[in-house]
């Protein structure tokens, strides 16, 4: 097996750019590896607009857990997730785009591995196919986040944000990128992420799915649920993102996303929970990172905003055939960084799930302990 430089070397020679249709390798049948997206005119990638402006939906819903043994909770879940849908567009702007955050239907808890297995999405699966149902009936995309399982990927529990297209096909299946490590007391995420097994996804299914750009008639979209990382929204930027739709659970850093549009002229939106009660082991405290959705301009000023920490839907009208015909991959003086750039090393070292998925939080903050290239210092 080659090792992770000499592969993402051989990719990437000799690749000025190579043109995608809607979708990305996750959300196509093939699966082959490809080359790496990156143009070095100033341009990007896309596919032909099918609309000259379109309005982007982003629902702020609620985040509802539970206990495992009550297995009818993921139905109760999914059915209030497709009546939000139909909530979208009973009355004002029809969105083109529909927007939820990181888990409207799972739900998130301390639950271990084996527990989120039992109940985690396949994709796609039962609750996708009633989602592509809402998608075909409004002409909408939809796009949510949810925990995953995948038959390629046994024993991983997967945080996964999915896109629908308004034909009911699943065309992205974004990968989180990477987990925080070091930060929390006495445990850590277990969720394998593209960090997690850097090595075999990027065999699997390519250097350009690292950071997946899916090229649809409506824009070209990526989306996350990383936070504090903005190398991660400038390579997206780079490869032409021009949307980006970032999830969030139990908070965020609104200058992080904020900065995040300005900084690269793209237009960025943010889907938090809304007040969540019901779920289980936790206080019903509103005022704990709920509320707080946003969309921002390339300019980085607010779209659209909400105060609100309940249930709610924020709209705002993107004229993406205008934006599209000035707008240019961010100025990065690359030269001058790219040499500090490759002599850093992260805290933590890729590929530590690749070999052993930790069975719960604890067990994953046991595996994890003394793990950091940086003596044992932790850091975001």
Not at 303 to 320: C, L, Q, W
Request: glycine content about 8%; overall charge neutral; proline content about 6%.
């Amino acid at each position: 097996m080659k090792s992770r430089r000499e592969f993402i070397k051989s990719m990437t020679l000799g690749a000025a750019g190579v043109m995608a249709t809607e979708g990305s390798a996750l959300g196509a049948e093939s699966q082959k590896p490809s080359s790496l997206s990156v143009r070095t005119d100033g341009g990007y990638e896309s596919v032909p607009l099918a609309k000259s402006e379109v309005t982007l939906g982003v629902v702020q819903a609620r985040v509802r857990s539970f206990n495992v043994a009550n297995r009818g909770m993921i139905k109760e879940n999914l059915k209030h997730f497709l009546e939000l849908i139909d909530k979208a567009f009973y009355y004002g702007p029809r969105p083109d785009i529909l927007f939820f955050h990181e888990f409207p239907i799972t739900g998130w808890n301390t639950w271990s591995r084996k527990e989120i297995l039992s109940f985690a999405l396949e994709l796609p699966g039962e609750e996708t196919e009633e989602i592509s149902k809402k998608a075909r009936e409004y002409g909408c995309y939809i796009v949510f986040g949810t925990y995953a399982k995948d038959k390629d990927w046994p024993g991983h529990v997967l945080s996964i944000t999915t896109i629908i297209n308004p034909k009911g096909e699943i065309v992205g299946k974004h990968w989180k990128a990477r987990n925080i490590k070091g930060v929390f007391q006495g445990f850590e995420l277990f969720t394998t992420s593209i960090y997690d097994v850097l090595d075999r996804y990027v065999e699997m299914y390519g250097i350009d799915e690292v950071i997946p750009v899916t090229r649809t008639p409506y824009g070209n979209i990526s989306t996350t649920s990383t936070q504090l990382e903005p190398e991660l929204i400038r390579a997206m930027a780079i490869k032409g993102a021009e949307i980006v739709l970032r999830t969030a659970t139990g908070g965020f850093t609104p200058l992080d996303i904020q900065a995040s549009a300005l900084y690269n002229s793209v237009y960025v939106a943010l889907a938090n929970n809304a007040y969540s009660p019901e779920n289980p082991g936790f206080f019903d405290d509103a005022g704990s990172g709920a509320g707080g959705s946003v969309i921002y301009g390339p300019d980085g000023k607010p779209i659209a905003t909400t105060d609100s920490k309940f249930e709610t839907m924020i709209t705002g009208r993107i004229p993406i055939a205008a934006f599209r015909q000035r707008h240019r991959q961010p100025i990065v003086h690359s030269e001058l960084y790219m040499p500090v750039f490759s002599k850093y090393r992260s805290n933590y070292p890729p590929n530590l799930f690749e070999s052993y998925q930790p069975d719960d939080l604890k067990d994953s903050g046991k595996y994890l302990a003394g793990k950091s290239r940086w003596s044992g210092k932790s850091n975001l």
